[in-house]
């Protein structure tokens, strides 16, 4: 029987997803280089892929449960800000701790250490989603898998090179992992839709990925000559609603021409 905890669950997903691609998109044309101009776009698509995949799901949990009929713009594109469900560290910015101010230059390094801090996990969550007994949730997971293996691999390549790399990457590193890693607390931070999924044999508890995410990363972190920052307490709250003063200016970008020409198709 389809549940509020389950829609939410969904709709957590393909928050998370369409919010990074979004960010990451903001590289295209802008790249540090040919390759990875293109490898970022392509990193984009397969996320915005998974959340459109997601936001179909969300609509058919919907209307099961509420009985109106919803698309997946509805999801992306007219919903407010305190309406999303996202990891705060997806929304951030690009120009990091290193910037003078809101309009500084991007900064490669955020990018990197974040797609590989998310991506390490949900490689995890995609495997034991595969296993869900939502068999369209499964069917996306299963599809999901080799896209974020790749995506893992990608940054994983890039984390070593810019931290065991010149005098300069390994500072911009660095500052990036100290910047982020504190956000991630937030993945492993269990709440009653998370329990509840789980008790519906739905999806995992993400807190039983947290020593395998741990170990990972400080393998990779180790051969990228890096240091994990001290721990800290505190728990974003962006999978709450409750997001940073970034997400505002990120969904006035994304959402401004769908709703200046609401039902508009092309």
């Known amino acids: 029987m389809t549940t509020p905890h389950h829609l939410s669950y969904v709709l957590r997903l393909a928050d998370n997803a369409l919010i990074l691609g979004q960010r990451n998109s903001e590289w295209c044309s802008h790249g540090p280089a040919l390759?990875?101009?293109?490898?970022?776009?392509?990193?984009?698509?397969d996320l915005i892929g998974q959340a459109?995949?997601?936001?179909?799901?969300?609509?058919t949990l919907?209307?099961?449960?509420?009985?109106?009929?919803?698309?997946?713009?509805?999801?992306?594109?007219?919903?407010?800000?305190?309406?999303?469900?996202?990891?705060?560290?997806?929304?951030?910015?690009?120009?990091?701790?290193?910037?003078?101010?809101?309009?500084?230059?991007?900064?490669?390094?955020?990018?990197?250490?974040?797609?590989?801090?998310?991506?390490?996990?949900?490689?995890?969550?995609?495997?034991?989603?595969?296993?869900?007994?939502?068999?369209h949730l499964a069917a996306i997971a299963a599809k999901s898998i080799k896209e974020t293996r790749y995506h893992l691999h990608h940054a994983s390549d890039w984390l070593i090179r810019l931290g065991d790399g010149t005098e300069e990457s390994h500072r911009r590193a660095?500052?990036?992992?100290?910047?982020?890693?504190?956000?991630?607390?937030?993945?492993?931070?269990?709440?009653?839709?998370?329990?509840?999924?789980a008790a519906q044999g739905i999806a995992?508890?993400?807190?039983?990925?947290?020593?395998a995410w741990r170990e990972e990363v400080a393998a990779t972190l180790e051969e990228a000559t890096l240091e994990a920052?001290?721990?800290?307490?505190?728990?974003?709250?962006?999978?709450?609603?409750?997001?940073?003063?970034?997400m505002g200016y990120l969904l006035a970008e994304m959402q401004s021409l769908a709703r200046q020409h609401p039902g508009a198709t092309w």
């Open 62 to 135: 919907d209307e099961q449960l509420n009985g109106k009929k919803k698309t997946e713009d509805d999801y992306a594109y007219f919903r407010n800000e305190r309406e999303f469900a996202n990891y705060t560290m997806v929304e951030l910015p690009h120009f990091g701790p290193l910037a003078g101010t809101a309009r500084a230059a991007r900064d490669y390094a955020v990018t990197i250490v974040r797609n590989f801090l998310y991506s390490a996990l949900m490689v995890r969550v995609w495997e034991a989603l595969a296993a869900s007994a939502d068999d």
């Open 52 to 59: 459109r995949l997601l936001y179909s799901h969300a609509a």
């Open 174 to 197: 660095q500052a990036a992992l100290d910047y982020l890693m504190p956000y991630a607390r937030e993945f492993f931070s269990v709440d009653a839709v998370e329990q509840a999924v």
């Open 204 to 211: 995992p508890l993400t807190s039983e990925f947290e020593a």
């Open 229 to 246: 920052p001290a721990e800290v307490q505190h728990v974003s709250t962006g999978k709450h609603g409750e997001h940073s003063e970034h």
């Open 35 to 45: 390759e990875e101009d293109i490898a970022l776009a392509n990193i984009s698509l």
